[in-house]
């Protein structure tokens, strides 16, 4: 704790939630034990950001490409996000979070996405942090469609009118900051097609713990790697003092 910096604070965190499946499995149990153990993970880590005044924490919770896992998985993985999103609504609620989303939920089972709208209109008017939750979402897809609705939307546009400002409004996170600082557990050293748009200054800390056992400690731990960094968006040390 002593090695924290309380001014720098990253406003917005990102994490790549990893490992549970492995994890379950060296305690001998299946998948679905651990992707229910990183709710706890999910917890400890909310609270801990609020306490430290990160504005913004966005969760990697379910892919596009997550599709393909074995059904029963998949249901599993659904059924776990409505008790999950359920049970913490009243506490998320009364702790000022709000809750969003990014990805497509049209695309999630009817319940599911019942749950999760009932949850965001619910917490709307929350001025404490957001909590970002990735769902069906895919980087790729993201920045596509942001390319179809601007010419949808701009049907004369020209090549010169297309720039990095325009894109960055048609993404799902047009009313967010780009994160400071992206977190990925369990030892992979990959991004997995998450945020490739705004993610281009971003800090990585990569942590071998898995998600099920990351906790305060490894959150503060990865905030104070961040601090080390010298981030200098393409300037020379001397020009950034």
Not at 21 to 41: C, I, P
Not at 55 to 78: C, H, V
Not at 105 to 129: D, Q, R, V, W, Y
């Amino acid at each position: 704790m002593s090695a924290l910096d309380y001014n720098n604070i990253p406003s917005h965190i990102a994490i790549i939630m990893d490992g549970n499946g492995r994890w379950a499995k060296e305690q001998g149990k299946d998948r679905l034990f651990g992707h229910a153990s990183g709710v706890e993970a999910v917890r400890d880590t909310l609270k801990t950001a609020k306490e430290f005044g990160v504005k913004f924490l966005t969760l990697y919770a379910f892919s596009t490409e997550n599709w393909s896992r074995p059904q029963k998985e998949i249901d599993g993985l659904m059924n776990l996000l409505i008790d999950a999103i359920t049970s913490e609504l009243d506490s998320l609620d009364n702790n000022g979070v709000r809750l969003m989303t990014i990805g497509d939920i049209n695309g999630l089972p009817e319940n599911c996405k019942h749950s999760i709208e009932k949850a965001i209109e619910k917490t709307k008017n929350n001025t404490g942090i957001t909590l970002v939750l990735a769902i069906n979402y895919s980087a790729r897809i993201e920045i596509a469609r942001a390319f179809h609705f601007i010419l949808l939307n701009k049907k004369n546009i020209s090549t010169a009118q297309i720039t990095p400002e325009l894109i960055a409004n048609y993404l799902y996170t047009n009313a967010i900051p780009d994160p400071e600082l992206l977190i990925r557990t369990s030892g992979e050293n990959r991004v997995s097609n998450f945020m490739l748009w705004q993610i281009a200054y971003t800090e990585f800390h990569f942590t071998n713990i898995y998600w099920p056992e990351f906790r305060r400690e490894h959150l503060l731990a990865a905030i104070i790697d961040y601090q080390k960094r010298e981030r200098r968006f393409g300037k020379t040390s001397e020009q950034i003092v």
